[in-house]
């Protein structure tokens, strides 16, 4: 399902993975790739919430704020669904990256992704900091 998402890409998911366990959620939301992009660092994602003064710290306590930890999660760690909003993120970034015509979706394919669900707690967050969706997809 990712083969052509690129390596940041990829890592930023799998830290999104590790951060929906480390909530104990037993689902991969927007909040969670959010959260996954930030910690992925190097990527064009990190760098333009970096620029515009999105602090990972910021964004990670005020999810933690409005997220209650889950109960459980899978036994042994297993492989945690998307969420309905986050899996159209990731098709909503494949869209972006072939808009753009370019091959692999990278950590800025993603985050336009989580642009394009207003709804999604990602979204909220980044308002809660001060952001525009809007200036920032531009």
């Known amino acids: 399902m990712f083969d052509n998402f690129s390596d940041r890409a990829r890592r930023a998911l799998?830290?999104?993975?590790?951060?929906a366990h480390a909530l104990r959620h037993n689902f991969i939301g927007t909040e969670h790739l959010l959260l996954g992009l930030l910690?992925?660092?190097?990527?064009?994602?990190?760098?333009?919430?970096?620029?515009?003064?999105v602090d990972p710290g910021d964004i990670r306590k005020n999810l933690s704020c409005n997220l209650s930890p889950g109960e459980s999660i899978p036994a042994g760690?297993?492989?945690?669904?998307?969420?309905?909003?986050?899996?159209?993120?990731?098709q909503?970034?494949?869209r972006e990256a072939a808009r753009l015509g370019q091959e692999f979706v990278g950590t800025e394919h993603v985050l336009?992704?989580?642009?394009?669900?207003?709804d999604g707690v990602?979204?909220?967050a980044l308002r809660d900091c001060g952001l525009e969706l809007d200036d920032l997809r531009r």
């Not at 297993?78 to 909003?85: A, K, S, V």
Request: proline share 6%; hydrophobic share 40%; glycine share 10%.
């Open 92 to 94: 909503a970034a494949r």
């Open 77 to 90: 760690g297993g492989n945690l669904p998307f969420t309905p909003r986050a899996l159209s993120c990731l």
């Open 112 to 118: 336009l992704g989580l642009l394009q669900e207003p």
């Open 122 to 124: 990602a979204a909220h």
């Open 39 to 53: 910690r992925e660092g190097s990527g064009v994602a990190a760098h333009l919430l970096s620029e515009r003064s």
């Open 14 to 19: 799998a830290l999104a993975r590790e951060e």
